[in-house]
Structures are given as C-alpha cells and as structure tokens.
C-alpha cells in the first residue's frame, strides 16, 4: 500500500492504494505519489553524484502521478540551515518547472499567501515576472536532469502523466547528519570519521552555534539528544564541549 496526496497541493485530501492499482489508474486518478522513499526502485546506481570531492549521502523520492499535478513554489527542507541541493531528474512523461534565486523571496511572496517555504504566487503572473528578475521556465522531459541549488524557490506543475526523481544532498556535514537522523538514515560509522577540530569547521560554514542552536531548540529533546548523540559518533565525544 502507498499513501497518496491529492494532484493540487492545496487541496488535503489523502487516500491508500495498493502500488499496482495506483499504477494502473494514472491517466485518470486525482491523487499523486508525492516524495516517495525511491528504494524500491532499482535506481540509485544510475543517478548523478555530487561534483564534490567528499561523498555525500544521498536521499532519493520519487514521484509519480497523472497530468495537472502541481507542487507550490517552495524551498526543498522548509529551513534556512539544513539547505540542501536537489537534482530533479525527469523519467517518463514531461513538466513545467519555474525556479527563482533565494534573494527573490520578498519579491516573490510579497502579496502571496505563505505558509513556511510555501507560497501561492503563481509562476504565470505577469506581476510575478516583473518583480522577480531571476525568475526561470523550462519544459524537462525524459532523462532531463534540473539540479536546483539550496534555497532556490521551485514550482513544479506536471504535463501528462509523469515519474521524476529528486536526489538530496548536502555541501554540509551538521546539515547531512541533522536530516538523515530526523529521517531515521543516520547509521553509526564503525569509527569516529573526524575529530573536534573538523566538526567546529563544519559549525562555522552552517553558520556557527547560534545557527545550531536555532536548529536544536526547534526540536524535541529526544529529537536533539539523538543528534548530539550522532554528532558525537561522527566526530567523537569532543563535540559535547561545543553543544
């Protein structure tokens, strides 16, 4: 059974349907396989890596559903430090994507209604277009790859029926470890990796304690105890000086 989301995001409707039925019925169904876990699909092997030189972990969903489905312009994550890229690869079918640069966003929300990293503004609007400069269209098709950058506000809407896939990963260690730990990835190395004086590195580029902290307190404590606990697996037990 696979759980399924009405095609037009604002709208809260959910259903349940066995993966083959789902499959079956997508030239006529009104629900969307949103942001799926894409383990169950042999496909990882087969998605672009990061250009750089460490090896990140990797979170991949994909996504399936009939024309008309739409994602709202947002920002991937809904947090401004655990900001990741996301390579959008598109496998079947065809989709509109618009994209706009982070230093856009009061241009584009100003008038929208915005909820988080969501906003209604419509990518169409010759408003829109006029007041958001770094705002971009593309039409991507089979085997086209749209890598959108952390942060950059994003509105996906489909053509026909459609499967893409999205690969998550971060530039930064705290952020990948804060994620996989929330999405119960986080599996403890045989070894601690680094050290202290890696892991105070790592907090400056994510923005330094207060940063962390702002992170950690929006968290429930077991939340943040599983954290610091992986914090220290990765980096040793040096960090609790630190956090």
């Known amino acids: 059974m696979v759980t399924l989301e009405h095609k037009e995001r604002w ?22 396989l949103r942001q799926s876990d894409a383990s169950f699909v042999d496909i ?4 672009p890596v990061s250009p750089r030189s460490r090896e990140p972990a990797y979170f991949d969903n994909i996504w399936i559903g ?39 966003t009061f241009a584009l929300t100003d008038g929208a209604t915005v909820r988080g990293h969501h906003c209604d503004a419509s ?19 089979p085997c086209d ?14 053509l026909s029926v459609s499967i893409s896939v999205s690969r998550w990963w971060f530039d930064n260690h705290l952020a990948e470890i804060i994620y996989s ?33 702002r992170v950690l307190l929006q968290l429930s404590p077991i939340a943040r105890f599983a954290i610091i606990t992986a914090f220290s697996e990765f980096y040793g037990k040096g960090v609790f000086d630190y956090v």
């Open 145 to 158: 790859l749209l890598h959108i950058p952390p942060s950059y506000w994003h509105y996906v809407q489909s």
């Open 181 to 213: 730990v929330g999405q119960e990835r986080w599996e403890r190395p045989a070894i601690v990796v680094a050290d202290t004086r890696t892991f105070l590195a790592d907090l400056e580029e994510f923005g330094g304690a207060s940063a962390l902290k």
């Open 11 to 32: 709208r809260n409707l959910r259903a349940q349907q066995r993966l083959g039925d789902y499959l079956a019925g997508l030239d006529t169904t009104e629900f969307y």
């Open 66 to 104: 009939p024309p008309g489905t739409v994602q709202t312009f947002h920002q991937d994550n809904h947090n401004d430090y655990v900001t990741n890229h996301n390579y959008f690869i598109q496998l079947f079918g065809w989709k509109y994507v618009a994209v706009c640069h982070p230093r856009d």
């Open 44 to 47: 990882a092997h087969r998605l």
């Open 123 to 141: 990518p169409t609007d010759p408003n829109v277009w006029q007041r958001v400069p770094s705002l971009r269209h593309a039409i991507v098709g």
